[in-house]
């Protein structure tokens, strides 16, 4: 028996549960597939001493928000997933766990889904499977014998082999996990690539606060000067204290440059280590001159902050690593869909969430249209423009 669906929304982390709970505000009959469980990855994939980078209140979601006692704290993984199957909970989203998509394809009046739980047939299919879906992994031999995980599969120290480790990248992960592995007295490596650096709190008031007030959240995509490949992310912890590679190194971590290869067992580094801090550290100046212009142009009533020396980071010798962590990122996974929608570049088109194939949507992918959209707190007024979308093409096929 083929069950068929008016709309299927395609996982079920926050991008989904939110879609599910705008398409529940409307009265539209969906059902949400998900491999794994409600807000699988907040556990699976984030080490045991994660937190959030986002305080607890910008975790605005469809009809639902925090309500805690801290809302300038930072919640756990543990925290966040929690959060999201009470989101869940709270409006009875119609969640069906254990449910995989391994194929999806245009069949007349709509779409058929070819699952571990047999098919599926819909009208409009909403893809909320993540941006960061699959871990990054470069293909670089390693001297035999090292080991190797990706952060997604990081959880403690403990579980690292004896030996120094080398950490390849320097964004938020990359440095939270090479900050917590320094403390934890090992011998600890870092390839420093691509990253922004900025201030946890500035002038009184946290980050993420200024970013709200100035808008940047809401910055949309058509404003950017080019497509928003490749751009790297502002390193962050949860907390009040700032983390960058000059404050990594005074807790003992060994930096050094881009990591090009191997030459036998020793690491082999880009000379690009003073150019790429410098760079990270531009945006932080950037950001507080931002902020500065914010509080000159309103006359807000904050602390002024002295300007911070420029960071001078110096480079570290080579030397063999018994462990690598690649802290290399995510990328997208949308290989079981089959439909003529992809650019050249071999990714979906769409503006807004909206493809050029009739019925099939994408959500919480990064700028979807906001700097916010992939966020806990921006997927939901992506969510809201695409039920609108899906609303109005109902009514128009019931016309
Ligand atoms: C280390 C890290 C830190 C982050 N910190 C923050 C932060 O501080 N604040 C913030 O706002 N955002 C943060 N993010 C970004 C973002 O909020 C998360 O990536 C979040 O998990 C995205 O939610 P999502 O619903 O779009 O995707 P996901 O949470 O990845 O959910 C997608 C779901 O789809 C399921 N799925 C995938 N493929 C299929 C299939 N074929 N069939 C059925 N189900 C499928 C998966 O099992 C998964 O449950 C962080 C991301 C990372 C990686």
Known sequence: MMETFGTVVVGAGQAGLA???????????????????????WSSRRWDSFTLLSPNWQTRLPGWGYAGPDPGGFMTGAEVRGYLRDYARSFGAPVRTGVEVRQLHRVAGGW?????????TAG????????????????????????????????????????????????PSGQQIALELAGAGREVHLAVGRHKALPRRYRGHDAYDWMDLLGMHDRTVDTLPGPPVGMPNAVLAGGT???????????????????????GDLPRFADDLAATVATA??????????????????????????APAPPVVPESPAAPVRTVVWATGFGRDHDWIEAPVRGLDGEIVHRRGVTPAAGLYLL????????????????????EYLAGVIASQHQLLAA
């Open 281 to 306: 550290a531009a945006n932080a100046d950037h950001f507080r001159a931002a902020v500065d212009e914010y509080v000159a142009r309103t006359g807000m009533d904050v602390p002024a902050e002295p």
């Open 364 to 383: 919480g992918l990064r700028w979807l249209y906001r700097r916010s959209s992939a966020s806990l707190d921006g997927v939901g007024r992506d969510a």
């Open 112 to 120: 058929r889904l070819t699952t571990n739980r047999g098919p599926i």
């Open 19 to 41: 879609m599910s709970r705008c398409l529940t505000d409307r009265g539209l009959e969906h059902v949400v597939l998900e491999r794994a469980d409600i807000a699988d990855a």
């Open 124 to 171: 409009t299919v909403v893809v909320a499977t993540g941006d960061l879906a699959r871990p990054r992994v470069p293909a670089l031999p390693l001297p035999p014998g090292t080991h190797a995980l990706h952060t997604a599969d990081y959880r403690n120290p403990a579980q690292v082999p004896e030996g120094a480790v080398l950490v390849v990248g320097a964004g």
């Open 241 to 263: 204290r700032d983390l960058d590679v000059p404050r990594l190194v005074a807790a003992g971590v060994r930096a050094h440059g881009r990591l090009l290869g191997f030459d």
